[in-house]
Protein backbone atom coordinates (compact mmCIF):
# COMPACT_ATOMS: atom_id res chain seq x y z
CA UNK A 1 0.00 0.00 0.00
CA UNK A 2 1.42 3.23 -1.23
CA UNK A 3 1.65 6.16 1.60
CA UNK A 4 3.39 9.47 2.67
CA UNK A 5 3.95 10.92 6.28
CA UNK A 6 4.35 14.14 6.58
CA UNK A 7 5.96 15.55 10.12
CA UNK A 8 7.64 18.28 10.98
CA UNK A 9 5.38 21.42 11.49
CA UNK A 10 5.14 23.63 14.06
CA UNK A 11 5.06 27.33 16.02
CA UNK A 12 7.72 29.30 14.06
CA UNK A 13 7.89 33.04 14.34
CA UNK A 14 8.22 35.19 10.79
CA UNK A 15 11.47 34.93 9.68
CA UNK A 16 12.41 31.75 10.94
CA UNK A 17 13.18 28.21 9.44
CA UNK A 18 11.35 25.06 9.27
CA UNK A 19 12.44 21.12 8.02
CA UNK A 20 9.61 19.25 6.71
CA UNK A 21 10.09 15.16 5.88
CA UNK A 22 7.76 13.00 3.73
CA UNK A 23 8.52 9.42 4.44
CA UNK A 24 6.71 7.19 1.46
CA UNK A 25 6.25 3.66 1.55
CA UNK A 26 4.79 1.26 -0.30
CA UNK A 27 6.89 2.17 -3.72
CA UNK A 28 10.71 2.89 -3.91
CA UNK A 29 12.32 5.57 -4.90
CA UNK A 30 14.64 3.95 -7.10
CA UNK A 31 12.58 3.01 -9.96
CA UNK A 32 11.31 -0.60 -9.96
CA UNK A 33 8.04 -1.48 -11.10
CA UNK A 34 5.92 1.50 -10.74
CA UNK A 35 8.52 3.68 -12.25
CA UNK A 36 10.38 7.08 -11.18
CA UNK A 37 7.57 9.31 -8.80
CA UNK A 38 7.63 12.54 -8.20
CA UNK A 39 6.87 13.89 -4.74
CA UNK A 40 5.34 17.82 -4.53
CA UNK A 41 4.37 19.96 -1.31
CA UNK A 42 1.21 21.48 -1.55
CA UNK A 43 -0.12 23.73 1.00
CA UNK A 44 -4.13 24.79 2.16
CA UNK A 45 -4.48 27.66 4.36
CA UNK A 46 -8.22 27.97 5.72
CA UNK A 47 -10.71 29.14 3.34
CA UNK A 48 -8.29 28.57 0.46
CA UNK A 49 -7.46 26.24 -2.44
CA UNK A 50 -4.59 23.62 -1.71
CA UNK A 51 -1.61 24.74 -3.95
CA UNK A 52 1.35 23.70 -4.77
CA UNK A 53 4.92 24.85 -3.40
CA UNK A 54 7.79 22.54 -4.69
CA UNK A 55 8.32 19.48 -6.01
CA UNK A 56 11.17 17.15 -7.02
CA UNK A 57 11.76 13.86 -9.24
CA UNK A 58 13.59 11.18 -7.40
CA UNK A 59 15.41 10.02 -10.61
CA UNK A 60 17.00 13.34 -11.54
CA UNK A 61 16.76 15.88 -8.83
CA UNK A 62 14.57 18.06 -11.22
CA UNK A 63 12.97 21.25 -8.92
CA UNK A 64 9.96 22.86 -9.27
CA UNK A 65 8.81 26.08 -6.45
CA UNK A 66 6.07 28.17 -7.20
CA UNK A 67 6.78 32.09 -7.29
CA UNK A 68 5.50 33.25 -3.77
CA UNK A 69 8.53 30.02 -2.06
CA UNK A 70 11.07 30.66 -4.76
CA UNK A 71 14.36 31.54 -3.10
CA UNK A 72 13.34 30.61 0.24
CA UNK A 73 12.31 26.99 0.14
CA UNK A 74 14.24 24.18 -0.83
CA UNK A 75 13.15 20.73 -1.89
CA UNK A 76 15.80 17.83 -1.58
CA UNK A 77 15.61 13.95 -1.64
CA UNK A 78 17.20 10.95 -0.26
CA UNK A 79 16.92 7.96 -1.90
CA UNK A 80 17.88 5.46 0.53
CA UNK A 81 15.67 6.89 3.08
CA UNK A 82 12.79 7.03 0.63
CA UNK A 83 12.07 10.99 2.12
CA UNK A 84 11.86 13.99 0.77
CA UNK A 85 12.39 16.85 2.79
CA UNK A 86 11.52 20.78 2.50
CA UNK A 87 13.34 23.27 3.93
CA UNK A 88 11.62 26.37 4.51
CA UNK A 89 13.93 29.63 5.35
CA UNK A 90 12.46 33.21 5.89
CA UNK A 91 9.24 32.40 6.93
CA UNK A 92 6.60 34.55 6.54
CA UNK A 93 2.93 34.33 8.36
CA UNK A 94 1.38 33.53 4.62
CA UNK A 95 2.95 30.97 4.84
CA UNK A 96 0.94 29.37 7.92
CA UNK A 97 -1.11 26.41 6.14
CA UNK A 98 -1.56 22.79 6.67
CA UNK A 99 0.93 21.22 4.44
CA UNK A 100 1.03 17.94 2.18
CA UNK A 101 3.18 15.73 0.21
CA UNK A 102 2.12 13.64 -2.84
CA UNK A 103 3.44 11.36 -5.41
CA UNK A 104 2.44 11.43 -8.53
CA UNK A 105 4.01 9.05 -11.25
CA UNK A 106 2.84 11.91 -13.85
CA UNK A 107 4.73 13.40 -16.47
CA UNK A 108 3.06 16.88 -15.71
CA UNK A 109 4.11 16.65 -12.00
CA UNK A 110 5.68 20.25 -12.70
CA UNK A 111 2.13 21.99 -13.05
CA UNK A 112 1.26 21.11 -9.48
CA UNK A 113 -2.81 19.96 -10.88
CA UNK A 114 -3.60 18.06 -7.68
CA UNK A 115 -5.47 15.70 -9.86
CA UNK A 116 -2.01 14.27 -11.13
CA UNK A 117 -1.01 13.20 -7.60
CA UNK A 118 -2.03 10.00 -6.85
CA UNK A 119 -1.61 9.49 -2.94
CA UNK A 120 -1.59 12.20 -0.16
CA UNK A 121 -0.28 12.18 3.38
CA UNK A 122 -1.68 13.41 6.03
CA UNK A 123 -0.78 16.91 6.48
CA UNK A 124 1.35 18.67 8.94
CA UNK A 125 0.54 22.28 10.25
CA UNK A 126 2.86 25.12 9.85
CA UNK A 127 2.12 28.13 11.76
CA UNK A 128 4.53 31.67 11.48
CA UNK A 129 3.73 34.17 13.66
CA UNK A 130 4.12 37.64 13.18
Known amino acids: EVQLQASGGGLVQAGGSLTLSCTAS?????????????IGWFRQAPGKEREGVSC????????YHSDSVKGRFTITKDNAENTVYLQMNNLKPEDTAVYFC??????????????????WGQGTLVTVSS
Open 102 to 119: AVSWSGTYWNFRTDKYHC
Open 26 to 38: GFTFNGGEMGWPA
Open 56 to 63: IHVHDGVT
